[in-house]
């Protein structure tokens, strides 16, 4: 096996033993990228300077006998909107093409303090808007299981890099769904953390009351790793919540019995396919096989979740956008006088989707009533989810309704692009956590993903049921022929 196949935790052994350094291990991950980028088109910006610079300092401190953290010179790939002093932030948008920021994200602090090394920025959706990676400015993302179909959005880039072995670990974030989306579509872990787990200062905003990062890994126990990396408490984010951080990775108990888990009727629709239905109806069933317990749950209000969520992504995404304007950052468009360029600048730097969620949410905002309908459902949302929380640990169900579709298949028809998210977009209104792990493959060889979420707070039930899962089954351990033929 190569470098580059290994989990992060895989590779903190060999560091820790020293049989191989974090120079070793950043040059196959770029030796990979340099074979398979071209097909697969995970990245925005690639750093291998730095990140060959970073890798030699952390080898460095090791030779030197210095106490290093457990995830030290491990390679990361960040989704591009998150901020890296210096480096280019550009969200995947012609308005920010240019945008170099000036700071850390509390994100890549907390990364940076822990010795990891930043390899690239990753392709998204423009300003993580979109389910499938198609609305970026400058490339669409192919999916390495199948390279004609989409990897799923709006963090495709990081989902595909991870399963195409480009990067070790992977930072996405989650505003309806594009953390656990992707990975489920490209056969790798994603988790979206409890809203205010993770700081989000210096996430560029979409929907600042759903948006969340989290880690896009290899396996379980990666993910758990990156959590404690990442989570707890930050001045600067004012919805940042101060609540202890547990040592996730002694939530990775191989063991469910007597674990409590619902499974939603709500989230087994009509139209969704039967093979993704089938792979997680087995899925539960090998759960109840080693000792959960199952039941039926409900939650009523599911239906509406969808319009409840496009009209509040679009509000709080006119109001979040609304800064760029050609004044303060990125692109400026040539015009005569100011509102001319205000409005040139706007027209040009930003896409179609993004036009479309600006124009929705200026419209739904003017009409504020429509917007106060929208929170009072978000309320009775969560209020579901209340309510299972009382008697059940833990939720199980599909994370998307089918495998990943083909490029083109869908981008004449915006409103069926929100269907990918009927299932995660429920976590977001309430804040709560899911993961979504690999439970298996499609006759075509495309990965199925399973959505466990859990009352706010609860990761480490999820990351338990999540392990127990995958230590049953082998799903996560399958690799796309893309690294066979190379
Ligand atoms: N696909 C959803 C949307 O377009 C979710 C996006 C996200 O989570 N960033 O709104």
């Not at 560091?15 to 350094?21: A, L, M, Y």
């Not at 730097?349 to 459902?377: N, P, W």
């Amino acid at each position: 096996m190569k470098l580059n196949e290994l989990t992060a935790h895989e590779i903190r052994e060999l560091i820790r033993k020293g049989e191989v350094s974090s120079e070793e291990v950043t040059k196959s991950v770029f030796e990979r990228i340099e074979k398979v980028e071209k097909k697969i088109n995970s990245f925005v910006t690639l750093t291998k300077e730095e990140a060959l610079r970073e890798a030699r300092s952390v080898d460095e401190k090791i030779r030197k006998k210095k106490k290093i953290s457990p995830l030290a010179g491990v390679p990361i790939a960040i989704k591009d909107n998150m901020c890296i002093d210096g480096v280019l932030t550009t969200c995947s948008s012609k308005i920010l093409e240019n945008f170099r920021s000036p700071y850390d994200a509390t994100v890549i602090k907390r990364l940076k303090a822990n010795d990891l090394v930043f390899i690239g920025k990753t392709n998204m959706d423009e300003f993580a808007m979109g389910s499938s990676t198609e609305n970026s400015a400058f490339e669409i993302t192919h999916n390495p299981w199948d390279l004609e179909a989409i990897p799923g959005g709006s963090s495709g880039g990081s989902a595909a890099t991870i399963a195409s072995d480009e990067a070790i670990l992977a930072l996405g974030s989650d505003t309806g769904g594009s953390i656990r989306q992707p990975a489920s579509l490209c056969g790798v872990v994603g988790l979206k953390p409890t809203y205010g787990r993770v700081s989000r200062y210096g996430l560029i905003a979409f929907a600042s009351s759903l948006d969340q990062i989290g880690p896009i890994t290899k396996d379980v126990r990666d993910s758990a790793l990156l959590m404690n990396v990442i989570s707890g408490y930050d001045e600067r984010d004012s919805t940042s919540c101060n609540y202890p951080v547990p040592d996730y990775t002694e939530s990775l108990i191989s063991d469910v019995k007597g674990v409590k888990i619902g499974v939603p009727k709500e989230y087994f629709v009509k139209g969704m396919d039967e093979e993704v239905e089938k792979s997680v109806k087995d899925a539960i069933g090998l759960l109840e096989k080693l000792g959960a317990k199952v039941e039926e749950v409900f939650l009523p209000h599911t239906e509406y979740a969808l319009a409840t969520y496009c009209l509040i992504v679009s509000t709080e995404a006119s109001t979040d956008l609304a800064y760029y304007d050609g004044v303060g950052y990125g692109y400026r468009a040539q015009s005569r006088n100011l509102d001319e360029m205000y409005q040139n600048t706007r027209e040009k730097g930003f896409g179609d989707e993004v036009k479309r969620r600006i124009m929705l949410g200026t419209y739904v905002f003017s009409h504020y009533d429509y917007y106060l309908k929208a929170q009072k459902v978000r309320t009775l949302v969560k209020e579901d989810f209340d309510k299972v929380f009382e008697k059940c640990d833990c939720l199980i169900t599909p994370t998307s309704p089918t495998p990943a579709f083909k490029i083109g298949e869908k981008m004449d028809d915006p409103l069926r692009m929100y269907f990918p998210d009927i299932f995660t977009v429920p976590a977001n209104l309430a804040g709560i956590p899911g993961i979504s792990i690999p439970c298996g493959f499609t006759k075509k060889g495309l990965p199925v993903g399973l959505q466990i979420l859990a009352k706010p707070f609860a990761e480490e039930t999820i990351l338990r049921v999540a392990y127990s899962y995958e230590q049953n089954t082998g799903w996560h351990r399958r690799r796309p022929a893309i690294c066979d033929s190379q």
